[in-house]
C-alpha cells in the first residue's frame, strides 16, 4: 500500500509525519517533488535513523524553496506528468507532498493530482492555529471533489479540543494521530509517536 501525506499548507509537519510513518509501518519514503535544500528525504534519513527503509530519488529537485512551478521556472524545467513513476516499492510507501493539496506543479496540474495517479490513500495533516478549521476543510473537499481514498487526518501543534472536534465532525475523518510541540525533533521522539500511531492504526 502507499499513503500520500498531504497537508492544510507549507510547513505543516509533512517531514515529521512522513518520519513517524516509514517508523511505525516499517515503510519506505518517496519525496517526489523538492524545492529547496536540505531536502526532505536527508531529514527523513535523520529522523529515522538505522532502518531497512529505502529511500528513493526526487524525480525533481530544485534549489529555491517556492511553489515547484516557480521553481521549476528559475530553473527553465517544465515539471511533466509523465515523468512521475512509483517507485518499484517492497515495504508500505509513504509519498509526501509539496505545500498543501492545491500548490502547482505546472499550468495544469496540482501536488493532489499526484495522490490520484499513484492511486495512494491520503493522511492529512492539519497544524493547529488560527483559521486552521477553514483550511482543514477546504483542504478535505477538495480530496472528496477528487474522490480520493482520505484514510485519516493527524493534529500537529498546540491541542485545541474544539477545533479538533469541529474538523473531525464535518469530514468524519478518524484521528490517527496527535504531535504536540518538542523543544527538538530526534529519532527517540520519532519512535515515541511511531508508537502511538500505530497502537491506534491496529486499534
Not at 530519488?57 to 515547484?68: C, D, H, N, V
Not at 528559475?74 to 509519498?95: A, G
Not at 499513484?118 to 483550511?135: K, T
Request: hydrophobic share 40%.
Amino acid at each position: 500500500m502507499n499513503y500520500f501525506i498531504t497537508a492544510v499548507g507549507t510547513d505543516s509537519g509533512k517531514t515529521v509525519v512522513s518520519s513517524i510513518l516509514c517508523k511505525a509501518l516499517h515503510a519506505d519514503y518517496w519525496k517526489p517533488v523538492q524545492v529547496g535544500l536540505p531536502s526532505d528525504s536527508e531529514t527523513v534519513q535523520y529522523l529515522i535513523g538505522k532502518t531497512n527503509a529505502t529511500i528513493y530519488p526526487e524525480t525533481y529537485i530544485f534549489k529555491t524553496a517556492a511553489s515547484p512551478h516557480a521553481a521549476a521556472a528559475l530553473e527553465n524545467v517544465n515539471i511533466k506528468m509523465e515523468n512521475f513513476v512509483i517507485p518499484p516499492y517492497k515495504n508500505d510507501l509513504i509519498i509526501e507532498g509539496a505545500g498543501g493539496c492545491l500548490v502547482p506543479l505546472n499550468d495544469n496540474d496540482f501536488v493532489i493530482d499526484l495522490a490520484a495517479k499513484f492511486q495512494s490513500q491520503v493522511i492529512l495533516v492539519s497544524n493547529l492555529y488560527l483559521g486552521s478549521i477553514n483550511h482543514t476543510l477546504l483542504s478535505f473537499e477538495t480530496l472528496r471533489h477528487r474522490n480520493l481514498q482520505v484514510k485519516g487526518i493527524i493534529f500537529n501543534g498546540l491541542p485545541n479540543v474544539e477545533s479538533e472536534r469541529i474538523i473531525l465532525h464535518h469530514t468524519k475523518l478518524p484521528c490517527l494521530l496527535r504531535i504536540e510541540p518538542e523543544k527538538y525533533m530526534n529519532e527517540s521522539i520519532v519512535q515515541k509517536y511511531a508508537k502511538k500511531f500505530i497502537e491506534k492504526w491496529n486499534g
